[in-house]
């Protein structure tokens, strides 16, 4: 069962920038389609972003020109470069496949946006 490790949150203030990492077991992020999720308090997770294995990205309209996905195949790693950060970007950030494996959800990146 493929299981996954986010790390990067934390708390910055409005404009600022965070990068969140993912690892996984195994080559899975090489050459599955990829997403970052996030869930907000007493919100349903979404999907913020995906990347297929050949590359090709799609942001959600939220988060567009403000986040970016990618992927480096030799260190088998997720990022989610933020920048211009919301307080509505505060949640839970969290990596799977796309679409996710329903029981590898790992404890996720906590991201708080506040002054």
């Known amino acids: 069962q493929v299981q996954f490790v986010e790390s990067g949150g934390g708390l910055v203030q409005p404009g600022g920038s965070l990068r969140l990492s993912c690892a996984a077991s195994?080559?899975?992020?090489?050459?599955?389609?990829m997403g970052w999720y996030r869930q907000a308090p007493g919100k349903q997770r979404e999907l913020v972003a995906r990347?297929?294995?050949?590359?090709?990205?799609i942001h959600a309209d939220s988060v567009k020109g403000r986040f970016t996905i990618s992927r480096d195949n030799a260190k088998n790693t997720l990022y989610l470069q933020m920048i211009s950060l919301k307080p509505e970007d505060t949640a839970v950030y969290f990596c799977n496949g796309h679409p996710p494996y329903r029981n590898s959800w790992g404890q996720g990146a906590q991201v708080m946006v506040s002054s």
């Open positions: 195994g080559t899975i992020i090489t050459i599955r389609t």
């Open positions: 990347i297929t294995s050949g590359g090709t990205t």
